[in-house]
T-cell receptor, first 113, second 113 residues
Framework: GAGVSQSPSNKVTEKGKDVELRCDPISGHTALYWYRQSLGQGLEFLIYFQGNSAPDKSGLPSDRFSAERTGGSVSTLTIQRTQQEDSAVYLC???????????FGDGTRLSIL | GENVEQHPSTLSVQEGDSAVIKCTYSDSASNYFPWYKQELGKRPQLIIDIRSNVGEKKDQRIAVTLNKTAKHFSLHITETQPEDSAVYFCAAEWEAAGNKLTFGGGTRVLVKP
């Protein structure tokens, strides 16, 4: 079916507000990943969900960041009390599991004013 | 921790020439090595990948080589075309790291017509 879908594509918000970013993975993909890409930079791992296992949260930069994945499908990344340094493109990827190709969505460009 | 270094950071080639990007990784237990191409403002797209039990893989003008002893892998693009201009990222996956990708810093390739 369709590829990885992310929404919104762009989000502008004021410093201190909370934001929610959504990712809809490829149907049948059990693994879901969130990455962050700052302007002109590489991809920074944030969090990884695999099936029903506990998520790997080792890349989350602070406790303001959290993510959940409901029903093994759609995932939401939440950033509380946003700061200007949170401005970046947030990319979601999904795959069939470990050592399998990860397919990326178009990302959400987050701008904190 | 896991580390992937990518060189060069920028590469300018004449159309028709070859381009080579090299990555080194720190953990000899890594098993999967994908390469992504990212055009400006677009999602990263998987262009080729290689697993640890294979030394070389080719797909038309693109090839990847893996030297497990030296812990490095390289992307080779032959007969470069202007549409090859993009940022290229290498990555490595370790089971011990929880099956998440660690990315290199990226190489900006410019193919001059």
């Amino acid at each position: 079916g369709a590829g990885v879908s992310q929404s919104p594509s762009n989000k502008v918000t004021e410093k201190g507000k909370d934001v929610e970013l959504r990712c809809d993975p490829i149907s049948g993909h059990t693994a879901l990943y969130w990455y962050r890409q700052s302007l002109g930079q590489g991809l920074e791992f944030l969090i990884y969900f695999q099936g029903n296992s506990a998520p790997d949260k080792s890349g989350l930069p602070s406790d303001r960041f959290s993510a959940e994945r409901t029903g093994g499908s759609v995932s939401t990344l939440t950033i509380q009390r946003t700061q200007q340094e949170d401005s970046a493109v947030y990319l979601c990827a999904s795959s069939l599991g470990g050592f399998q190709p990860q397919h990326f969505g178009d990302g959400t460009r987050l701008s904190i004013l | 921790g896991e580390n992937v270094e990518q060189h060069p950071s920028t590469l300018s080639v004449q159309e028709g020439d070859s381009a080579v990007i090299k990555c080194t990784y720190s953990d000899s237990a890594s098993n999967y090595f994908p390469w992504y191409k990212q055009e400006l403002g677009k999602r990263p797209q998987l262009i080729i990948d290689i697993r640890s039990n294979v030394g070389e893989k080719k797909d038309q003008r693109i090839a990847v080589t893996l030297n497990k002893t030296a812990k490095h892998f390289s992307l080779h693009i032959t007969e470069t075309q202007p549409e090859d201009s993009a940022v290229y990222f290498c990555a490595a996956e370790w089971e011990a790291a929880g099956n998440k990708l660690t990315f290199g810093g990226g190489t900006r390739v410019l193919v001059k017509p």
